[in-house]
Protein backbone atom coordinates (compact mmCIF):
# COMPACT_ATOMS: atom_id res chain seq x y z
CA UNK A 1 0.00 0.00 0.00
CA UNK A 2 1.28 3.11 -0.50
CA UNK A 3 1.85 5.95 1.95
CA UNK A 4 -0.39 9.15 1.01
CA UNK A 5 2.41 12.25 1.68
CA UNK A 6 2.42 15.09 0.18
CA UNK A 7 5.15 17.71 -0.26
CA UNK A 8 4.65 21.48 0.80
CA UNK A 9 6.92 23.86 -1.68
CA UNK A 10 9.03 26.19 0.69
CA UNK A 11 9.35 29.06 -2.04
CA UNK A 12 6.25 30.43 -5.02
CA UNK A 13 3.33 28.86 -5.71
CA UNK A 14 0.00 31.04 -5.73
CA UNK A 15 -2.46 29.98 -3.77
CA UNK A 16 -5.44 28.09 -5.85
CA UNK A 17 -8.41 30.17 -5.99
CA UNK A 18 -11.36 28.49 -4.21
CA UNK A 19 -14.30 27.49 -5.15
CA UNK A 20 -17.38 29.89 -5.42
CA UNK A 21 -20.17 28.23 -2.95
CA UNK A 22 -24.18 29.94 -3.72
CA UNK A 23 -26.40 30.20 -0.56
CA UNK A 24 -29.55 28.95 -0.88
CA UNK A 25 -32.18 31.02 -2.46
CA UNK A 26 -29.21 32.93 -4.31
CA UNK A 27 -30.55 33.37 -8.10
CA UNK A 28 -27.48 36.26 -8.82
CA UNK A 29 -25.83 35.22 -11.86
CA UNK A 30 -28.69 32.49 -13.26
CA UNK A 31 -29.21 34.30 -16.17
CA UNK A 32 -25.66 34.01 -17.47
CA UNK A 33 -26.21 30.57 -16.83
CA UNK A 34 -28.86 30.50 -19.47
CA UNK A 35 -26.71 32.57 -21.69
CA UNK A 36 -23.81 30.06 -21.60
CA UNK A 37 -26.34 27.18 -21.95
CA UNK A 38 -28.05 28.10 -25.29
CA UNK A 39 -24.28 28.03 -27.66
CA UNK A 40 -23.25 24.69 -25.66
CA UNK A 41 -27.09 23.05 -27.05
CA UNK A 42 -26.59 24.39 -29.86
CA UNK A 43 -22.90 22.72 -30.24
CA UNK A 44 -23.76 19.83 -29.01
CA UNK A 45 -27.00 19.66 -31.57
CA UNK A 46 -24.05 20.55 -34.27
CA UNK A 47 -21.97 17.60 -33.13
CA UNK A 48 -24.53 15.54 -33.31
CA UNK A 49 -25.67 15.73 -36.74
CA UNK A 50 -22.17 15.91 -38.00
CA UNK A 51 -21.76 12.60 -36.29
CA UNK A 52 -24.88 11.23 -38.40
CA UNK A 53 -23.59 12.14 -41.68
CA UNK A 54 -20.35 10.84 -41.25
CA UNK A 55 -20.93 7.40 -39.91
CA UNK A 56 -20.32 7.97 -36.01
CA UNK A 57 -16.56 8.99 -36.11
CA UNK A 58 -15.12 12.53 -35.92
CA UNK A 59 -11.25 13.51 -36.08
CA UNK A 60 -10.06 15.78 -33.92
CA UNK A 61 -6.98 18.19 -34.25
CA UNK A 62 -3.73 15.90 -32.32
CA UNK A 63 -2.15 18.02 -29.61
CA UNK A 64 0.29 19.99 -29.60
CA UNK A 65 3.64 18.20 -27.94
CA UNK A 66 4.94 19.68 -24.80
CA UNK A 67 8.07 20.98 -24.99
CA UNK A 68 10.38 23.53 -22.82
CA UNK A 69 8.43 25.90 -20.83
CA UNK A 70 5.65 25.61 -22.40
CA UNK A 71 4.60 22.62 -20.32
CA UNK A 72 1.38 21.97 -18.28
CA UNK A 73 0.75 19.23 -15.82
CA UNK A 74 -1.88 16.73 -17.97
CA UNK A 75 -4.16 14.76 -15.50
CA UNK A 76 -2.68 11.51 -14.41
CA UNK A 77 -1.60 8.67 -17.09
CA UNK A 78 -3.26 11.35 -20.04
CA UNK A 79 0.07 11.15 -22.15
CA UNK A 80 2.65 8.54 -22.34
CA UNK A 81 5.35 8.15 -24.81
CA UNK A 82 7.18 4.77 -25.83
CA UNK A 83 10.95 5.12 -25.91
CA UNK A 84 13.23 5.23 -28.96
CA UNK A 85 16.17 6.60 -28.32
CA UNK A 86 18.26 8.94 -25.93
CA UNK A 87 17.77 11.78 -29.03
CA UNK A 88 14.26 10.81 -29.61
CA UNK A 89 11.99 13.96 -29.58
CA UNK A 90 8.82 11.95 -27.31
CA UNK A 91 5.60 13.16 -28.61
CA UNK A 92 2.48 12.71 -25.85
CA UNK A 93 0.02 10.64 -28.05
CA UNK A 94 1.36 7.22 -27.72
CA UNK A 95 0.79 4.49 -25.26
CA UNK A 96 4.14 3.89 -23.00
CA UNK A 97 5.00 0.37 -23.02
CA UNK A 98 7.23 -1.09 -20.04
CA UNK A 99 10.19 -3.16 -20.79
CA UNK A 100 8.26 -6.32 -19.71
CA UNK A 101 4.64 -7.42 -19.54
CA UNK A 102 3.14 -6.62 -16.85
CA UNK A 103 0.04 -7.91 -14.73
CA UNK A 104 -1.82 -4.79 -14.68
CA UNK A 105 -1.60 -1.21 -16.07
CA UNK A 106 0.97 1.49 -14.79
CA UNK A 107 -0.35 4.13 -12.18
CA UNK A 108 -1.87 7.28 -13.05
CA UNK A 109 0.08 10.03 -11.78
CA UNK A 110 -0.12 13.85 -11.18
CA UNK A 111 3.37 14.42 -13.05
CA UNK A 112 3.65 15.54 -16.50
CA UNK A 113 6.63 13.26 -17.50
CA UNK A 114 8.48 10.33 -15.28
CA UNK A 115 10.84 7.39 -16.14
CA UNK A 116 11.80 4.27 -14.40
CA UNK A 117 15.59 3.11 -15.08
CA UNK A 118 17.14 -0.19 -13.69
CA UNK A 119 20.37 -0.29 -11.99
CA UNK A 120 23.27 -0.57 -12.48
CA UNK A 121 22.78 -1.23 -16.07
CA UNK A 122 20.25 2.52 -16.54
CA UNK A 123 18.34 0.13 -18.55
CA UNK A 124 14.40 1.75 -19.48
CA UNK A 125 11.80 0.00 -17.28
CA UNK A 126 9.26 2.57 -17.81
CA UNK A 127 8.74 6.22 -19.59
CA UNK A 128 5.86 8.65 -19.76
CA UNK A 129 6.81 11.93 -21.67
CA UNK A 130 10.28 11.10 -21.08
CA UNK A 131 12.26 12.71 -23.78
CA UNK A 132 10.66 16.70 -23.42
CA UNK A 133 12.80 19.11 -22.60
CA UNK A 134 11.57 20.33 -18.91
CA UNK A 135 12.93 22.47 -16.45
CA UNK A 136 14.99 20.67 -13.42
CA UNK A 137 14.41 22.85 -11.04
CA UNK A 138 16.84 21.89 -7.94
CA UNK A 139 17.65 18.50 -9.77
CA UNK A 140 20.48 20.46 -11.33
CA UNK A 141 22.84 19.65 -7.87
CA UNK A 142 22.91 15.86 -8.90
CA UNK A 143 25.41 17.04 -11.80
CA UNK A 144 26.79 19.78 -9.55
CA UNK A 145 27.12 17.04 -6.74
CA UNK A 146 28.96 14.51 -9.29
CA UNK A 147 31.24 17.02 -10.95
CA UNK A 148 32.14 18.13 -7.60
CA UNK A 149 33.60 14.99 -6.35
CA UNK A 150 34.86 14.09 -9.94
CA UNK A 151 36.95 17.25 -10.16
CA UNK A 152 37.75 17.89 -6.18
CA UNK A 153 38.83 16.40 -3.19
CA UNK A 154 35.84 15.41 -0.61
CA UNK A 155 38.43 16.20 1.79
CA UNK A 156 40.04 19.30 1.01
CA UNK A 157 39.19 22.68 2.63
CA UNK A 158 36.97 25.55 1.29
CA UNK A 159 37.32 29.05 2.26
CA UNK A 160 33.95 30.27 2.40
CA UNK A 161 33.09 33.84 0.99
CA UNK A 162 29.53 34.32 0.44
CA UNK A 163 26.64 34.65 2.66
CA UNK A 164 23.67 32.11 2.54
CA UNK A 165 21.03 34.75 4.15
CA UNK A 166 21.47 37.43 1.88
CA UNK A 167 21.82 35.19 -1.38
CA UNK A 168 18.54 33.54 -0.09
CA UNK A 169 16.41 37.25 0.00
CA UNK A 170 18.44 37.93 -3.20
CA UNK A 171 17.54 35.04 -5.40
CA UNK A 172 14.41 33.40 -3.09
CA UNK A 173 16.76 30.40 -3.14
CA UNK A 174 16.95 27.46 0.10
CA UNK A 175 20.36 27.69 1.33
CA UNK A 176 22.91 25.42 3.70
CA UNK A 177 23.54 28.50 5.69
CA UNK A 178 26.87 29.53 4.75
CA UNK A 179 28.56 32.76 6.56
CA UNK A 180 31.75 34.55 5.15
CA UNK A 181 34.71 32.98 7.03
CA UNK A 182 33.65 29.49 7.25
CA UNK A 183 36.10 27.34 6.58
CA UNK A 184 34.65 23.57 5.59
CA UNK A 185 35.41 20.47 3.50
CA UNK A 186 34.01 20.12 -0.02
CA UNK A 187 32.38 17.49 1.08
CA UNK A 188 30.29 19.22 3.86
CA UNK A 189 29.47 21.52 1.10
CA UNK A 190 28.60 18.29 -1.25
CA UNK A 191 26.16 17.25 2.02
CA UNK A 192 24.64 21.20 2.39
CA UNK A 193 23.95 20.88 -1.32
CA UNK A 194 21.83 17.55 -1.46
CA UNK A 195 20.39 17.61 1.81
CA UNK A 196 19.11 21.31 2.17
CA UNK A 197 19.21 21.82 -1.31
CA UNK A 198 21.48 25.27 -0.60
CA UNK A 199 22.41 27.14 -3.39
CA UNK A 200 25.24 28.94 -1.37
CA UNK A 201 26.70 25.22 -1.43
CA UNK A 202 26.33 24.86 -5.52
CA UNK A 203 28.03 28.25 -5.99
CA UNK A 204 30.95 28.22 -3.24
CA UNK A 205 31.44 24.39 -5.24
CA UNK A 206 31.51 26.03 -8.58
CA UNK A 207 33.68 28.62 -7.41
CA UNK A 208 36.07 26.72 -5.47
CA UNK A 209 36.07 23.80 -8.22
CA UNK A 210 36.38 25.81 -11.36
CA UNK A 211 36.88 29.62 -10.22
CA UNK A 212 33.58 31.14 -11.21
CA UNK A 213 29.97 29.47 -11.68
CA UNK A 214 29.75 29.93 -15.53
CA UNK A 215 32.91 27.99 -15.92
CA UNK A 216 31.92 25.38 -14.00
CA UNK A 217 28.33 25.23 -15.46
CA UNK A 218 30.72 24.50 -18.69
CA UNK A 219 31.83 21.40 -16.89
CA UNK A 220 28.36 20.40 -15.96
CA UNK A 221 27.40 20.32 -19.42
CA UNK A 222 30.45 18.84 -20.85
CA UNK A 223 29.71 15.90 -18.27
CA UNK A 224 26.04 15.98 -19.62
CA UNK A 225 27.21 14.88 -23.20
CA UNK A 226 30.05 12.61 -22.05
CA UNK A 227 27.16 10.81 -20.33
CA UNK A 228 24.68 11.12 -23.21
CA UNK A 229 22.03 13.40 -21.69
CA UNK A 230 20.75 14.04 -24.94
CA UNK A 231 17.72 16.41 -23.62
CA UNK A 232 20.02 18.34 -20.48
CA UNK A 233 21.41 21.87 -21.00
CA UNK A 234 22.56 23.42 -17.46
CA UNK A 235 22.88 27.40 -17.44
CA UNK A 236 23.37 27.66 -13.70
CA UNK A 237 24.58 25.03 -10.35
CA UNK A 238 21.55 25.40 -8.37
CA UNK A 239 18.57 24.73 -10.71
CA UNK A 240 17.22 28.55 -10.65
CA UNK A 241 14.73 28.96 -13.43
CA UNK A 242 16.43 29.71 -17.03
CA UNK A 243 15.39 29.14 -20.69
CA UNK A 244 18.94 27.16 -21.02
CA UNK A 245 18.59 24.80 -18.35
CA UNK A 246 16.62 22.35 -19.38
CA UNK A 247 16.38 18.29 -19.12
CA UNK A 248 14.22 15.01 -19.42
CA UNK A 249 13.15 12.70 -17.09
CA UNK A 250 15.09 9.90 -18.80
CA UNK A 251 17.95 12.20 -18.32
CA UNK A 252 17.24 12.62 -14.96
CA UNK A 253 16.96 9.14 -13.82
CA UNK A 254 19.95 8.14 -15.47
CA UNK A 255 21.48 10.68 -14.22
CA UNK A 256 20.40 9.06 -10.63
CA UNK A 257 21.72 5.96 -11.42
CA UNK A 258 25.64 7.65 -12.15
CA UNK A 259 25.10 9.32 -8.42
CA UNK A 260 24.60 6.08 -6.93
CA UNK A 261 27.19 4.65 -8.10
CA UNK A 262 29.58 6.50 -6.73
CA UNK A 263 29.73 5.76 -3.10
CA UNK A 264 30.24 8.63 -1.53
CA UNK A 265 27.65 10.21 -3.24
CA UNK A 266 25.12 7.45 -2.30
CA UNK A 267 25.98 7.76 1.23
CA UNK A 268 25.21 11.68 1.37
CA UNK A 269 21.64 11.18 -0.61
CA UNK A 270 20.74 8.59 2.27
CA UNK A 271 21.91 10.76 5.52
CA UNK A 272 19.26 11.54 7.83
CA UNK A 273 21.69 14.09 9.32
CA UNK A 274 25.22 15.67 9.16
CA UNK A 275 27.07 18.05 10.89
CA UNK A 276 29.14 20.63 9.11
CA UNK A 277 32.49 21.23 10.54
CA UNK A 278 30.91 24.21 12.10
CA UNK A 279 29.44 25.59 15.78
CA UNK A 280 25.67 25.63 14.40
CA UNK A 281 23.12 23.06 14.34
CA UNK A 282 23.33 20.05 12.07
CA UNK A 283 21.97 19.31 8.47
CA UNK A 284 18.64 17.50 8.51
CA UNK A 285 17.74 15.56 5.04
CA UNK A 286 14.83 17.37 3.81
CA UNK A 287 14.00 14.87 1.32
CA UNK A 288 10.64 12.89 2.91
CA UNK A 289 10.92 10.04 0.78
CA UNK A 290 13.91 8.75 2.38
CA UNK A 291 12.07 8.33 5.48
CA UNK A 292 8.20 7.26 4.28
CA UNK A 293 9.19 5.11 1.14
CA UNK A 294 10.51 1.43 2.38
CA UNK A 295 13.90 0.78 1.09
CA UNK A 296 14.39 4.30 -0.10
CA UNK A 297 17.79 5.58 -0.91
CA UNK A 298 17.01 9.02 -1.17
CA UNK A 299 18.52 11.44 -4.04
CA UNK A 300 16.80 14.78 -4.68
CA UNK A 301 13.98 16.64 -5.26
CA UNK A 302 13.68 20.38 -6.24
CA UNK A 303 10.72 22.90 -7.08
CA UNK A 304 10.16 26.31 -8.65
CA UNK A 305 7.78 27.81 -10.40
CA UNK A 306 8.50 26.95 -13.21
CA UNK A 307 9.37 23.05 -12.88
CA UNK A 308 6.63 22.99 -10.03
CA UNK A 309 8.06 20.03 -8.09
CA UNK A 310 10.61 17.49 -9.67
CA UNK A 311 12.16 14.23 -8.00
CA UNK A 312 14.62 11.98 -8.99
CA UNK A 313 14.38 8.88 -6.07
CA UNK A 314 15.67 5.37 -5.85
CA UNK A 315 14.82 2.30 -3.62
CA UNK A 316 16.16 -1.48 -3.36
CA UNK A 317 13.20 -3.98 -3.02
CA UNK A 318 13.80 -7.76 -4.32
CA UNK A 319 17.01 -7.55 -5.18
CA UNK A 320 16.40 -5.16 -7.34
CA UNK A 321 17.48 -0.81 -7.60
CA UNK A 322 15.11 0.94 -9.53
CA UNK A 323 15.26 4.82 -9.86
CA UNK A 324 12.36 7.11 -10.59
CA UNK A 325 12.30 10.41 -12.04
CA UNK A 326 9.21 12.41 -12.11
CA UNK A 327 9.32 16.20 -13.44
CA UNK A 328 6.02 18.67 -12.91
CA UNK A 329 4.11 17.64 -10.62
CA UNK A 330 2.06 18.63 -7.89
CA UNK A 331 3.13 15.65 -5.61
CA UNK A 332 6.04 14.04 -6.20
CA UNK A 333 6.37 11.92 -3.22
CA UNK A 334 3.20 10.02 -4.51
CA UNK A 335 3.98 10.27 -7.86
CA UNK A 336 7.73 8.37 -7.71
CA UNK A 337 5.81 5.59 -4.79
CA UNK A 338 3.20 4.91 -6.87
CA UNK A 339 5.22 4.30 -9.92
CA UNK A 340 8.17 2.15 -8.06
CA UNK A 341 5.25 0.02 -6.48
CA UNK A 342 4.08 -0.56 -9.60
CA UNK A 343 7.50 -1.18 -11.35
CA UNK A 344 8.94 -3.28 -8.59
CA UNK A 345 5.43 -5.81 -8.80
CA UNK A 346 4.87 -5.70 -12.24
CA UNK A 347 7.86 -5.57 -14.18
CA UNK A 348 11.25 -7.69 -15.20
CA UNK A 349 14.50 -6.60 -14.36
CA UNK A 350 15.57 -4.54 -17.65
CA UNK A 351 19.83 -5.10 -16.55
Known amino acids: MVRRYSYTPRRGGAPRRPATRRLAGDTSGDESYAALFIPVAIAVVLVGFGLAVSGGSAEFPART ?3 GTNCAPLAAGDAATPFESPTAQA ?3 AQAQPTAISNGPAPSIDG ?5 VEAPCGGRVYGINEGLQMAPASLTKIMTAIVALERGDANELVDVEIDGGELSLSTDSTVMGLKPDDRLPLIDL ?14 EIAE ?3 GDEPTFVGLMNERAADLGLAHTHFANAGGLDDPNLYTSAYDMARLGNVLLRNETLAQ ?4 LDYQPAWDREALDNKNLFLTNYPG ?5 TGFTDLAAQTIVAAADKDGRRLIVSVLQSEDMYVDAALLLDWAFANTESAC
Open 208 to 210: HIA
Open 190 to 203: VYGLMLRSGYDAAI
Open 91 to 93: TPT
Open 112 to 116: YAAAI
Open 296 to 300: ALGIK
Open 268 to 271: VVKT
Open 65 to 67: PCT
